[in-house]
């Protein structure tokens, strides 16, 4: 919802989630001159203390970490940047405090990104609040510019689609011990697939992606496939995550692929490898459109976390002016760099 | 404007110029499904021939190529596709008398993409006409897709910006004599560096790109500078374009750099590299992001031809929607793949 007033004025923001991607968030938004009017946390560690040292900024900033969402919620902020989970169901009523306290709402949470298919129940629960209270709640991060919009730019070149393949890499190193062993780093290939064949393997993020891509080219989705992969090296390297080598022949890493077909023809596929880099490796998003003409895209040299912060960062203004709802990403328009951080 | 209708039907184009852009742009109209509804062309060797047959199609479409104007605009076109000259001085009158008959404009025509200051007199004159006849003016191609929108969107993951430096590489074979002979391809360079020195050099088309970027981030512009050097090798090479070799020491190509400074202190720098292209090399895009963090995005295996207008067609119904007056590409909003060419 916009924000009326003769002039602009500096944004008001609550932290909600002060982990390592909240911390990161409340520096940038300090530099870009944004008012923190409140920080919401749970860990007993963090709450009671001041959001600056707990963030890592090394200078008080007068905001206390509290528990209690909703007096924070309270004092009339603009807009919350939620950093806490990464699915919906255990975000729901995070989101919820939120909206019902009459505040927007921006978040790194994935599945937000296009919620209708996969949380049809929840996204519509939380439509409706954001339109009954007035506010927009919308999710951003890496696949925002990386995944979704610099892609349907580049398709702006482009006279038939066929086929578009993505692919984007990380470096499971760069985030602690919980995600390397999430992606089962170190285990055996053997016993991996196994696990897989037994277990399943949970869906990852990049359908939701997906499918705001199809959405905003306006397709028709008609089946969704996802399947993960090992990658294994056949010398031993060393994990700084889990802080011990991988042996030959045991997971160095994980390639998650979604492919989406559409009734009209068009087919997408995106790949997810989250793996340990070696020497000289780095982040890295590569995309082509394949069709008339084939077209390229590439990033490298990606700073995978930080570009998710300054990215939410960048749609706060957006956020707050778009209309009420579940804004998912096909609906927002481009993301770009906010010279001013103000209200509009 | 918006063309209001009780359902979507086929947008109605004319084929305003019917050179070699203009034929390509025919047979895309043509697959996407648009009507043509007229083509306009001078050469005695097409006026008076079927569009099909000029544009190379190979079958008659059943709309000749006529040399009035005035007359095929006035059958009721949704929009003319203009492909005709560079500059904005020669295109005028052209522009002119399609705004004049109430026909919106799409363009190829490259000073339009951000004429307001090197050409402020006929920018706000095409404005005003097309305001007064409630239709909208505006330019697309390479640089709409490739050097401003993927490196605005790119920009959506920056902090803080401090220097974006752009580089387009681009084959002089891909093109005739006459854009060879424009480039100097073939004269030795002391000659070149002397004839720089006495005559100057054509301020490129870049200029207008940095100016639309930097309006559309809220920045002001505080200096734009020009620089041309020659690109020569220490062999021979052969050219396409002029059926000859080029001697050591000879131009086979130029580097046009334009650089624009802001008051806000980011300066933003494109390199445009025209070239003959060596086994194996192909057009190129780059465009790097300096500041926090730095970003890279690169194209390879660019199209250049194709995609300028595979490009102004997908915007022809962005233009129809537009507002009306003549709209920058900073004003316009992201390109896309148009699944559906029909009026909104």
């Known amino acids: 919802m916009s924000v009326f007033g003769t002039n602009p004025r500096p944004i008001r923001a609550v932290i909600y989630g002060v982990g390592e991607m909240g911390s990161i968030v409340t520096r940038l938004l300090l530099d870009r001159g944004v008012e923190i009017v409140g920080a919401i946390g749970r860990s007993e560690t963090k709450v009671g203390r001041d959001l600056g040292i707990v963030a890592g900024i090394e200078r008080p900033l007068g905001v206390t970490v509290e528990a209690n969402a909703k ?112 992606l089962r780093i170190g285990m055996p290939r053997a016993e991996f697939e196994d696990y897989v064949a037994e277990s399943g393997w949970p869906e990852f993020v990049a359908r939701q992606t997906l499918e705001a891509m199809v959405a905003r080219l306006g397709l028709t989705v008609e089946r969704v496939t996802s399947t993960v992969s090992p990658i294994v090296l056949d010398t031993p390297i060393a994990c700084r995550a889990l802080g011990k080598d991988v042996p030959p022949d045991a997971l160095i890493g994980t390639v998650d692929t979604t492919v989406l077909t559409t009734a009209e023809g068009p087919t997408f ?8 880099h070696r020497e000289g490796e780095t982040d890295s998003n590569k995309w082509q ?49 906010q010279h001013e951080m103000t209200t509009r």
């Open 289 to 337: 459109v394949f069709g008339e003409p084939d077209l390229h895209l590439r990033n490298d040299r990606v700073p995978t976390r930080f570009i998710t912060c300054s990215t939410v960062v960048n749609r706060i203004p957006d956020v707050i002016d778009a209309p009420p709802g579940l804004m998912s990403l096909d609906k927002l328009g481009p993301p770009g760099y």
């Open 269 to 276: 596929e995106f790949s997810m490898e989250g793996r340990i």
């Open 71 to 182: 007096a924070v919620l309270g004092r009339d902020a603009d807009i919350a940047v939620v950093c806490v989970g990464s699915y919906l169901e255990t975000m729901l009523p995070h989101f919820m405090t939120c909206l019902e306290a009459g505040v927007n709402v921006v978040t790194i949470e994935e599945e937000t990104v296009f919620p209708w298919t996969s949380a049809p129940e929840q996204a519509e629960m939380l439509d409706a609040a954001a339109k009954a209270h007035g506010v927009t709640l919308a999710a951003s991060g890496a696949q925002d510019v990386f995944w979704l919009n610099l892609v349907t730019t580049l398709m702006g070149a482009s006279h038939r689609i066929e086929r578009v393949v993505g692919r984007s890499v990380w470096n499971v190193d760069d985030y602690g011990p919980e995600v390397a062993n999430h």
